[in-house]
Nanobody
Framework: QVQLVESGGGLVQAGDSLRLSCAAS????????MGWFRQAPGKEREFVAT???????SYADSLKGRLTISRDNAKNTVYLQMNSLKPEDTAVYYC???????????????WGQGTQVTVSS
């Protein structure tokens, strides 16, 4: 098993950047594909980015160019760098771990509690 804890969210202005972190305990994150999802108020959870065990990355089409997902296996941590933030990026961001890379949230086994990102205009 693995336990995931997200951090790095907060209140920022449009155009700012944030780096979210997902720290894992238990089994190493290098054993899993890792994903980031987000859920805005009144909306379904949606895919943001994913990284495989071999560091192949994939991003939601609408977010490409503004995001970078990375992992530091020595720190057992996965990151999501978000640039040029927009008010529509406001959501709770969740980190997830699973056996294979996927854009579908049900394919992930372990989830963090989420971190709130609020972008003001």
């Amino acid at each position: 098993q693995v336990q995931l804890v997200e951090s790095g969210g907060g209140l920022v202005q449009a155009g700012d950047s944030l780096r979210l972190s997902c720290a894992a305990s238990g089994r190493a994150t290098s054993s899993y594909a890792m994903g980031w999802f987000r859920q805005a108020p009144g909306k379904e959870r949606e895919f943001v980015a994913t990284i495989t065990r071999s560091d192949t990355t994939s991003y939601a089409d609408s977010l490409k160019g503004r995001l970078t997902i990375s992992r530091d296996n020595a720190k057992n941590t996965v990151y999501l760098q978000m640039n040029s933030l927009k008010p529509e990026d406001t959501a709770v961001y969740y980190c997830a771990a699973g056996p294979i890379q996927s854009t579908v949230d049900s394919r992930y086994t372990y989830w963090g509690q989420g971190t709130q990102v609020t972008v003001s205009s």
